[in-house]
Nanobody, 115 residues
Framework: QVQLVESGGGLVQPGGSLRLSCVAAGGDFDRMTMTWYRQAPGKEREWVAVITPGGSTNYAVAVKGRFTISKDNAANTVYLQMSSLKPEDTAVYSC?????????WGQGTRVTVSS
């Protein structure tokens, strides 16, 4: 069983930055593929960024060049550094851990981009 807890969300002005964190408890973090998703009000959940156990990363077109996913295996934590935020980035951001053929989800953290 893997438990995930996200943090770091909040209210930020357009053009600002935030760093989200997702801490994993249980399992072997080094072997997890970690993914950030987001769901905006009234919209479907969308994939944002992924980092593999080997450290390879990939990004959705909407965030490429503005967001950076990284991880600290010693801290069992994956991060999402978000810069140049736009109002359309407003959403609940959740992390997903894929480990031993199962997916695990956190509760999410809300990000609001508004002036």
């Amino acid at each position: 069983q893997v438990q995930l807890v996200e943090s770091g969300g909040g209210l930020v002005q357009p053009g600002g930055s935030l760093r989200l964190s997702c801490v994993a408890a249980g399992g072997d973090f080094d072997r997890m593929t970690m993914t950030w998703y987001r769901q905006a009000p009234g919209k479907e959940r969308e994939w944002v960024a992924v980092i593999t156990p080997g450290g390879s990363t990939n990004y959705a077109v909407a965030v490429k060049g503005r967001f950076t996913i990284s991880k600290d295996n010693a801290a069992n934590t994956v991060y999402l550094q978000m810069s140049s935020l736009k109002p359309e980035d407003t959403a609940v951001y959740s992390c997903d851990a894929y480990f031993l053929s199962r997916h695990y989800w956190g509760q999410g953290t809300r990000v609001t981009v508004s002036s």
